[in-house]
């Protein structure tokens, strides 16, 4: 048994739409009408199945479809996406996916997820010129003599950071690009890959769990349960503080015991392999020049623009590619590469991200068997009639863990906010509770599961810190517990005040 490893990512993801593909055949396709608001023509276009027609874009078309969403959510721009309209499932004819569409489905995952996969290749080839030019190693050497003995910031500081970022703008996919550079400078002050990876991820995790203002999340869910994003800012708020002090003392429990004594590490036996991947040393012969500090500069200047396009100028994956591909040509240019070094380089840092890119892909093509066997609006169908005659604070906390199971199959947050707001959000009105209710454990479950979610963002990111599955649930899944628990209390009270 001990000759047994466990699967790669590539693999578990295989494995994971090969189940969905068997589900096809079991759970019956059915769909919800679907209405969507057209600026151009001022009018929601109403779709059953295959027919669609015109409707007059007012608050009485919206009300006649059992729709309790303000018209001016859709007017001015906050509800873009179709939403699923209460009462209207219809079960339809089986749809199931069958071996070819099986290997179909990374193909057009991949297809369809291009422009988050180029930019993990452009991020990849811009590590790779900031590894051959020696800043990398010279800045983290500087690091980590200036925090010799303080090293516990740097887990303080990254993970509130990322959880302020995830929780205002959605900071989750662009986390990628921070594993590359943080792992090196947490390994110099001798904590393991995990550390970092937690840092990150679970800063971004935690944030996007306890949303405050994020517009993917909280407001477009909001939005689409007809009350205002404010109502119940200050729950949430308080559960951004505990669970991000949660988090941090987890993590550092874990780090401060890996710094003793490296043996207690989880992935003690990948140390050397890590350390071979990301370099661990600050013995390195680079010191901090000028020209370095230049080439730092510029880099770090590439994330300030990234995150401020993100959050202020409503950019996605094709400006932030942009950003970091002029970066690395500036770079280039400083440290004076040669036009053939720096192209050979930067494929190279690319072509090793390309794992991670497949990965994406294949997580993508797992939402390409649903849609295409018309499971998922079935799955939420029996979902919403499961909570019928529960009392508020039972039906709370079931739907804390409705929502974390939806998130398997729809782990993308704006579309599970529109597809499933207008059906979950009435069910709250029945047993006689706030609508910001339903909006929390909405939050709350798919934030929970989303640090385990195999079809979300964990294994691209294992694949980048070179971490196995098996090995983060060994040390998150205590976390999860804690955080499930304390998510309980906090929704249960919240019913009851």
Not at 20 to 49: C, M
Not at 141 to 160: H, N, Q, R
Request: glycine share 10%; hydrophobic share 50%; net charge neutral.
């Amino acid at each position: 048994m001990k000759n047994i490893k466990f699967p790669t990512p590539h693999t578990i993801l295989l494995l994971i739409a090969g189940f969905v593909a068997i589900l096809t055949w079991f759970i019956p396709a059915g769909k919800y009408d679907t209405l969507q608001y057209q600026e151009a023509r001022n009018s929601f276009v109403y779709k059953h199945l295959e027919e669609e027609k015109t409707m007059p874009a007012n608050q009485e078309t919206l009300e006649g479809l059992g729709i309790k969403i303000p018209l001016e959510k859709f007017t001015n721009g906050d509800i873009a996406k179709p939403i699923s309209v209460p009462g209207t499932y219809t079960q339809l004819d089986p749809k199931p996916q069958g071996f070819l569409d099986f290997f179909k489905s990374p193909i057009k995952g991949i297809i369809q997820s291009s422009d988050i996969i180029l930019f993990v290749l452009i991020l990849g080839g811009i590590i790779g010129i900031m590894n051959f030019t020696g800043a990398f190693d010279a800045g983290i050497s500087w690091l980590a003599k200036t925090l010799k003995g303080k090293e516990y910031w740097l887990i303080f500081v990254v993970t509130t950071l990322i959880a302020v970022g995830g929780t205002t703008f959605g900071l989750a996919e662009e986390t990628i690009a921070f594993y590359p550079i943080l792992i090196p400078i947490f390994l110099a002050a001798k904590y393991d890959a995990i550390v970092a990876l937690a840092c990150v991820y679970i800063g971004s995790s935690i944030g996007t769990m306890c949303s405050t203002v994020n517009p993917f999340s909280v407001i477009i869910a909001s939005d689409a349960a007809g009350i205002n994003w404010t109502t119940g800012f200050t729950g949430r708020l308080l559960m951004l503080i505990g669970g991000i002090i949660i988090c941090v003392i987890y993590i550092l429990r874990y780090a401060n015991k890996v710094q003793k004594d490296p043996t207690k590490s989880i992935i003690y036996d990948q140390k050397e392999m890590i350390e071979g991947l990301f370099g661990s040393s600050t013995s390195n012969t680079h010191r901090l020049t000028g020209r370095l500090r230049i080439i730092l500069t510029v880099f770090a200047i590439c994330f300030v623009i990234m995150i401020y396009g993100v959050s202020r100028l409503g950019w996605w994956f094709e400006e932030m590619t942009v950003v970091f591909l002029i970066g690395a040509i500036l770079i280039g240019f400083l440290a004076k590469m040669k036009e053939e070094n720096f192209v050979t380089t930067f494929i190279k840092g690319a072509n090793d991200l390309l794992g991670v890119a497949f990965i994406i892909g294949i997580a993508r093509g797992v939402s390409v068997l649903m849609e295409q066997g018309l499971i998922s609006d079935t799955i939420l169908q029996h979902a919403s009639e499961f909570t019928t005659g529960m009392s508020k604070g039972i039906f709370t906390n079931v739907m804390l863990f409705i929502y974390s199971g939806l998130s398997f199959f729809i782990p993308s947050s704006s579309g599970m906010a529109v597809l499933t707001m207008p059906i979950m959000s009435p069910l709250a009105d029945t047993v006689g509770v706030g609508r910001e209710v339903i909006v929390n454990a909405y939050q709350y479950g798919m934030g929970l599961f989303a640090f385990i979610n195999p079809t979300g963002l964990i294994l691209a990111s294992l694949a980048i810190v070179k971490v196995g599955y098996d090995k983060w649930l060994k040390f998150v899944i205590p976390l999860v517990i804690i955080l499930t628990v304390f998510t309980m209390i906090a929704l249960t009270v919240q019913v009851y005040l």
